[in-house]
């Protein structure tokens, strides 16, 4: 046995020590708590469906790059080269989506940390993309490299995360034309879960290839077989696709990794306010532009992305974390399966604190992903405040959230009834199990312990501090985040990155890219 | 029309005005959110049926009250006069559960707070029976009849809150003896929601019986037509029944009125530490239950009734809302749908804030209790403490939850495809919807407002104190309450009632009941 295969199984069975004294599941992704829902009925689907593909003929979809119009046009799409409007036709549609992979991986630089797309695994992954960080002690603060890196660490200790749907916060000290070669240099080095990357014009998404090579290890055709990096496109709803996105996923697309396509379906405002509007204008928005993506490269892996969300008809302000939003989740779950492709969604509240409000919306939010069937969760540790923050607190607590629910079974294990029938037998009549041999051989690992909950009595609790939720968080952030500890990395490749780095950087100057 | 309808419905136009502030939902009880989860399979029914009647006949059930002995005697059952014991075989189980009706309905005084079981509403009830009261500023104290009172009137004004689910703190500065007196006075007057009375002896049972005719101004017989009360029979786990218990059942089931029976199914103490054992073994305790009241009346109406909770296995303490239990629940409601009996859940957290915990495992709850299935969920508005501590922050918290709840829609209005695909026409790429004549025509009911959500921006929330949802929940309590007016009462009714409870005072005297 070679040093390097010891050092990786030391480094499994550290983490599945670490996993255990966090209480939070080991296995990773986790399973599906319980089979999807259902709201829609069969006919209801092939309506959303119609209604979509009409909505594509009739009246078509905004793409705002002309090099799409061109594979556009080759391709039997009618575009309005003025308007830049696409239309397809219903047969058009139907036979380009139906080329898009129903089950991918993403690969992870070890295979332990592979996630599967489309079958009945959940992946969650880290907040992303907000503008502010948020702890207890520094309160609300501009995203910065510190911050970037801090939750960085902290997703990569918990067990329950399994991806970074992005940069956690946005470092916003950083320079925004290099920025993201510093971010995935830490995304390669800080952590070794894969990552999502921003495909936003083509440059930054050679980069990101290039450096997930790097950091792997493998070259470019070896990038080009599995998927490696995801990205989301989120389309400008209604009806527009902006051209930087459209040219990041098309590189991506060429280059065999993962899209999502994301209408920001915020109803009464980018869609209609009622469910069925949302339902078939968000529906279009998938069909076209991941048709589209396959007409680039048929069989390129992309995903049906949802963030149903309404907003307050009182401020116009969106709300992640609404009751409504969960029976849109669950409709646009169905429509994924209808076409077979994976889907995404995420977690989220706009609660400004990691308080009652941030656990019910996130809960809320939480079932709707389960009970609508989705395979990846963005955004699912540590978002407050509608995206707008990520909070240390709020990572902590939604891992908590996830973990219970990795323990909500969709089957019930029956092999012990005779065992049980005789300690029920044995225990009888005013007595209790707490000692019965049938209790003593499963104790240690019959029952889930969140990392916050504090079952202890008042008394306890009270002299402990009378502490909330919240500042438990608080504790076992710090609890974590000293904890960290940073991935094995083969020799040489932290170098190669960092070489990387300082050439483009030279490369890039003041450019605007 | 005469003075008595009109007032009835200025009332009730009141009341519709004071919920549609509230912006909780007017109707109640509320509909299923969405239809029934499965977690056994049809043969894992059976195998619970199968061993549950198994244990009922090889180990028996203790029935703690030799007047029961002789009904259970004298309709085929074997009983031990020694130890109390009673078998029963597969057959009379079945033959005497059959007989338990499916729907029914408990009735108020105004039949618009009528609440039916066993169809798809699910009623919510109060907190009921905590020992301490809680709230931000006066923190936890014992309860009192001016808490009982508070939390009564409280819940009154709860649109979501339909029933109490017996008191909601026990008033520990009245005498023990003739407690029952004052609060079912309370009860009859203070709100007109219908009430669980607490059946512990037949002379408390009586007393309730007699008041529920003075406070609805009905006969004994008109009582017995149709239940006008509901108690809830604990079965003392494993395999025990107690006396009081069962006299107070047999008394409420000879007149007619609902008998929860609810085993204290907490696995790892009270239950096996599994699923299937503790499903086995509660099972079997409530078909023993249920088969005896309906030997005392066939017919008697009787509810399936679950508190599915976990033991701490570091400490013993009981946990309500972990993640287990959601699983149990969800089965369970298999059973009782497998025999046709109207099933009572309950919300629960062991939290001792209104906090972050508080939120998530009552959230947990919740989903569980609505894909199980149930009918009526106890405890529903302010439990925190595993059942030590009704909160009055918590009651408007779990007001919100199941008012989300109460959003989550099983299904889908397609009504408006045409219009909404015209909208979306209309305002095209670039455009949005908060001026559309589609959304104008719907805004203002949309989308459901829970009381204590902050949706603002960052800085509002800030510059008004930043106020967690425990602190907003405190300022909610307190405008509630403001707001309370109590019920109207046909003139006389309340004089009768104060009649009465002078004078079983009078008889009871120090008489230990």
Known sequence: MGPAIRSKRTRRRRDALADREHSAPVEMPSRHGLPPAEVLTAEQIEDVHAYSTRLLEEVGIEFMLPAAWDILEANGAKVDRDSGMVKMDRGLVEHWVSKAPSTFDLKARESSRDISFGGKEIAYGSVASAPNALDAERRRTVGSQSSFRDLLKLSHTLSTCSFFSGYPVEPIDLPVNTRHLDCYADLLTLTDKPFRIYAIGETRVTDALDMVCLGHGINRDELREAPRLITNLNVNSPLRVDAPLLEGAMEMARNGQIVVVTPVAFSGAMTPIT?????????????????????????????????????????????????????????????????????????????????????????????????????????????????????????????DLIGMMQVVSPTVDFSDLDEAFDAIKTVGPGGHFLGADHTMARYKTAFHTPLLSDWRAYEFWESDGAKDTAVRATEKWKELLDSYVPPDLPAGRAEALEEFVIRRKQEIGDMDI
Not at 316 to 340: H, K, V, W
Not at 355 to 381: K, R, S
Not at 386 to 392: P, V
């Open 275 to 399: 469910l069925s509007g949302t339902l078939i204008q968000f529906n279009a928005e998938c069909l076209a532009t991941i048709a589209f993506l396959q007409m680039v490269r048929a069989g390129a892996p992309v995903m049906y992305g949802t963030v149903f969300a309404n907003v307050d008809m009182k401020s116009g302000a969106p709300i992640l974390g609404s009751a409504e939003m969960s029976t849109g989740m669950i409709a646009t779950g169905q429509l994924a399966r209808r076409y077979g492709i994976p889907m995404r969604g995420f977690l989220g509240s706009s609660s400004k604190a990691p308080d009652a409000q941030a656990a019910y919306e996130t809960m809320i939010c939480l079932w709707a992903n389960v009970l609508a069937g989705v395979h990846c969760v963005f955004h699912a540790h540590g978002l407050l405040d509608t995206g707008l923050i990520a909070s240390y607190e709020k990572a902590v607590l939604d891992s």
